[in-house]
């Protein structure tokens, strides 16, 4: 099945406690499409970039077999740049520069070779830019969308729109308590899913994951990792994790579900283990299989049911 990834692709500056780069490639659209491409041999980005993108970063893209039909160079001016450093306990972290640059009039254009996709994959942009997306695409088997307290807080009137053509929506615990209003996670999932999403991921960070979806609630643990480098796109690398089972399998039961939140949590367990997205771009096809089942035996409980 097809996957249509909308996001950024940018440049990031991360330090942490454990390494420091100045530049390395990173975005939502980033991180999503390369981690769904160990599920999917059809995942299609659609971004912009500047005219100081390398070569070589599109080449990556490319060995990972990711379709850049819909990835825009604008001449322009430089792509997408955040910097960041993060604290000792890597869960906080301050952003030291943020230039918009092409990104700033990013409007999403779908070629007419991908408006069929099978799964639709929004990153974490403006949310009259997901709506944007979605009005170009052709009745979708499942659309998946990412947001932040940003536009929880600043546009929460398009935020509530483009809920309502969303399938499954993916929030930290922070978002979905400001995105409810309410502090206790199990009502404030009721409330969202009545806003539009039919299944709702709920990240709690290295406390795991909860999924609601029909009339199931799944807790699925955090992967423990041994060596914590860099927590940057570890929830957009979740949501490529997940959708990239869902597409490979085709199977949008809750049963399935579940384990594709498994899937997200694993690739995500892959993301921190090294800066940015490089242990992403190195990983063996077989690891994702090999960690998936040490997930599945580190959750099971022995003996008679």
């Not at 947001?147 to 546009?155: D, R």
Request: aromatic share 8%; hydrophobic share 40%.
């Amino acid at each position: 099945m097809s996957i249509l990834v909308v996001g950024s692709v940018a440049y990031d500056g991360i330090e942490t406690p454990f390494g420091k780069r100045d530049r390395i490639l990173g975005g939502s659209a980033t991180y999503l499409s390369i981690t769904s491409s160990y599920f999917s041999d059809d995942v299609n980005l659609v971004g912009v970039v500047g005219n100081d993108f390398a070569e070589s970063d599109i080449e990556i893209l490319r060995k990972r077999g990711i379709n850049l039909d819909g990835l825009k160079i604008d001449n322009s001016g430089k792509t997408f740049f955040w910097a960041g450093k993060y604290h000792f306990d890597l869960n906080s972290r301050d952003t030291l520069d943020t230039q918009l640059n092409v990104f700033e009039t990013f409007q999403p254009e779908i070629p007419a070779n991908l408006r069929k996709s099978d799964y639709v994959c929004l990153g974490n942009i403006a949310p009259a830019l997901q709506s944007m997306v979605l009005d170009q695409v052709d009745n979708p088997k499942l659309v998946i969308c990412d947001t932040m307290n940003f536009w929880i807080e600043g546009a929460r009137e398009d935020l509530i729109k483009t809920l309502e053509r969303v399938d499954v929506l993916i929030i930290n615990d922070s978002e979905a308590r400001e995105l409810s209003g309410e502090p206790n996670l199990v009502k404030a999932a009721a409330i969202i899913r009545d806003m539009g999403p039919d299944t709702l991921i709920i990240k709690k960070g290295e406390h795991g994951a909860l999924l609601f979806t029909g009339n199931e609630i799944f807790s699925a643990p955090a992967f423990p990792v041994l060596d914590i480098f860099d927590p940057t796109g570890a929830g957009d690398t979740f949501m490529g994790g997940f959708v990239g089972w869902l597409a490979n399998s085709d199977d949008l039961s809750p049963e399935n579900m579940r384990r594709a939140v498994i899937y997200g949590s694993v690739m995500a367990s892959f993301c921190v283990e090294k800066i940015g997205p490089e242990r992403l771009i190195d990983l063996a096809e077989d690891a994702v299989r090999v960690r998936y089942e040490a997930f599945k035996e580190l959750s099971e409980i022995p003996g008679h049911a």
